[in-house]
Structures are given as C-alpha cells and as structure tokens.
C-alpha cells in the first residue's frame, strides 16, 4: 500500500490549495522524489494549511488559509513558531524545509 493519498492528504484543504498540492506532487514525482519525501513535504504544506484555517491568530490567514498565493512570510513564521511550541525542534526544521520546497 502507497504511503501516499493525495487525495486523502488533502481532503480537509481548500480546493485552492489542493489544486496546488496536486501539481506541486507531480512536479516532484517528475524530479524523481522518493516517496517518503514527497510525503513529507507535501503534510508540511497541509499542515501550515490546516494551521492558517484553524489555529492562526492573524486576521489575515483566512484568506491565506484558502489561496496559498497570500500566505505570507509572517504566516510562515508563525506557524514555525507554533511547530516548535507543540512539536519537537527537528520536527519543526523538517516542516520549514519542506516549505521552504513549496515556496521556492
């Protein structure tokens, strides 16, 4: 059984951002990207998704929470810093490298 449902992984984002999830997956299995990695990055995506809809203090990120094109350097951070909070600091490096792939 594959690790990874995209469909699945996704099914709790905006079309908007699944859209992207979508093309972003197809443009690193193109890369050759295992598996695992592709995973990865793709839930750190999902969760800084997740974290805008419902944990963000920022009036802005329910805009952010519905279009990745307006998260901002500031969303990022704080769902960094919120990483860190309720996750371990390798956990939370782990995220911002995948982020940092889906932003590039």
């Given at each position: 059984?594959?690790?990874?449902?995209?469909?699945?992984?996704?099914?709790?984002?905006?079309?908007?951002?699944?859209?992207?999830?979508?093309?972003?997956?197809?443009?690193?299995?193109?890369?050759?990207?295992?598996?695992?990695?592709?995973?990865?990055?793709?839930?750190?995506?999902?969760?800084?998704?997740?974290y805008?809809?419902?944990?963000?203090?920022?009036?802005?990120?329910?805009?952010?929470?519905?279009?990745?094109?307006?998260?901002?350097?500031?969303?990022?951070?704080?769902?960094q810093?919120?990483?860190?909070?309720?996750r371990?600091?390798?956990?939370?490096?782990?995220?911002?490298?995948?982020?940092?792939?889906?932003?590039?």
């Open positions: 059984m594959p690790l990874l449902d995209l469909d699945q992984l996704t099914a709790d984002v905006s079309h908007i951002w699944a859209g992207f999830l979508r093309d972003w997956d197809r443009s690193l299995r193109s890369a050759n990207y295992p598996e695992t990695t592709r995973y990865n990055y793709l839930l750190a995506a999902v969760q800084l998704a997740r805008l809809a419902e944990h963000s203090p920022d009036p802005d990120a329910d805009a952010a929470a519905e279009d990745p094109t307006e998260v901002t350097k500031a969303h990022v951070e704080s769902f810093a919120w990483m860190i909070e309720t371990s600091a390798s956990t939370a490096l782990n995220k911002h490298k995948g982020l940092q792939q889906f932003f590039k």
